[in-house]
């Protein structure tokens, strides 16, 4: 099934299908979908490299898990950056690892992930964050991200209500927000399940991003059923 350039279901990751809907999802919002299966979908603009957002602390974070110090302080940071968004606590991380953006980047083969002169100023693609987390879902399920996503703070540390976007599609069982504090709108949000990840950008609002990601809903479900 497809809309909008979305290529879900059964559909392999190098396929292609026809357009049924142009306008079901519009492109300010690109979307990623993987499954452990090996299965994927996507708007055709998954690839765009756009404003990381506070998805970037996705990276710092097994950066910080995987190559830090192993101290209570450093993981404090981590856990502060995925449940409560703390810009702070990123700061912090990438003072100590500057170069933690882009050494996950090179690990995970993330090409349109760029690390930009600051963790706020960092780019990269719903494609690449979906790919991130699938294979930490393959590889590393255990990881603290998976557990500090599920009980991320209903706000973050500067106040944002965490709950748009890819939060509200079902099977969902974590998530990471990211926003722009400043100048025009721009938001994003990634989740997992058991067994596939999904993962948004939008040039817009919260409202604009979960009304996009509802209108995709029908061609997402098939996707987001959670394997055995």
């Known amino acids: 099934?497809?809309?909008?350039?979305?290529?879900?279901?059964?559909?392999?990751?190098?396929?292609?299908?026809?357009?049924?809907?142009?306008?079901?999802?519009?492109?300010r919002t690109a979307i990623s979908v993987r499954s452990g299966m090996g299965f994927h979908g996507s708007t055709a603009n998954e690839h765009e490299s756009r404003t990381a957002l506070s998805l970037v602390k996705l990276y710092l974070a097994d950066y910080t898990l995987r190559h830090g110090d192993g101290s209570d302080a450093e993981r404090d940071l981590a856990e502060r950056m995925i449940r409560y968004s703390d810009d702070g606590a990123a700061s912090a991380v990438e003072a100590k690892?500057?170069?933690?953006?882009?050494?996950?980047?090179?690990?995970?083969?993330?090409?349109?992930?760029?690390?930009?002169?600051?963790w706020g100023f960092a780019f990269?693609?719903?494609?690449?964050?979906?790919?991130?987390?699938?294979?930490?879902?393959?590889?590393?399920?255990?990881?603290?991200?998976?557990?500090?996503?599920?009980?991320?703070?209903?706000?973050?540390?500067?106040?944002?209500?965490?709950?748009?976007?890819t939060a509200r599609l079902p099977y969902v069982l974590?998530?990471?927000?990211?926003?722009?504090?400043?100048?025009?709108?721009?938001?994003?949000?990634?989740?997992?399940?058991?067994?596939?990840?999904?993962?948004?950008?939008?040039?817009?609002?919260?409202?604009e991003q979960t009304a996009d990601i509802m209108a995709a809903l029908p061609y997402l479900a098939d996707d987001l059923v959670p394997f055995p």
């Open 174 to 207: 974590g998530t990471k927000w990211g926003w722009s504090d400043v100048g025009v709108p721009e938001v994003a949000s990634a989740s997992y399940g058991r067994g596939f990840v999904v993962v948004a950008h939008t040039h817009g609002t919260a409202e």
């Open 97 to 118: 690892y500057p170069d933690a953006t882009d050494t996950i980047a090179a690990e995970y083969h993330l090409t349109a992930t760029d690390s930009g002169d600051s």
């Open 1 to 27: 099934m497809v809309a909008a350039g979305l290529f879900f279901a059964l559909t392999p990751p190098n396929a292609s299908a026809e357009t049924s809907d142009p306008d079901a999802v519009p492109p």
């Open 124 to 165: 990269t693609s719903t494609a690449d964050v979906a790919d991130f987390l699938i294979a930490k879902l393959r590889t590393d399920p255990r990881s603290p991200i998976f557990e500090w996503m599920a009980a991320a703070g209903a706000t973050a540390a500067d106040g944002t209500e965490q709950d748009w976007g």
